[in-house]
């Protein structure tokens, strides 16, 4: 769906440094970096995925819930990575409303 976004991205590249090339676009980059980028591709579809077959409340609940997996599941893969009080407070304030908006009977 995005072809036409990368293909304008490209040419801008190549339009704003003549010696560009894919070498360049990656270089410094770690194996922390790409498996960044593969945590917040697979969230992409995952949100995609609720928003085919849900509606926006149920998207927004999952894209709370998916932040908060990728802060723990970062805390296990990176070092240095502290959590702080406003995500523990955010966290349970998701955690909360999600749990109300579940225990309303249709």
Do not use: P, Q, R
Request: proline share 0%.
């Amino acid at each position: 769906m995005y072809v036409s976004g990368i293909i304008w991205a490209f040419i801008g590249c190549f339009m704003s440094d003549a010696n560009f090339s894919m070498k360049d676009f990656t270089h410094g980059f770690t194996s922390s970096v790409y498996m960044i980028i593969g945590f917040l591709s697979c969230g992409g579809i995952y949100i995609s995925l609720v928003m085919k077959h849900l509606d926006n409340l149920h998207k927004s609940f999952a894209s709370a819930v998916s932040i908060i997996l990728v802060v723990i599941l970062s805390l296990f893969l990176f070092e240095g990575v502290h959590i702080g009080l406003y995500f523990l407070f955010g966290s349970s304030i998701v955690c909360f409303a999600i749990m109300l908006y579940n225990s309303v009977n249709e």
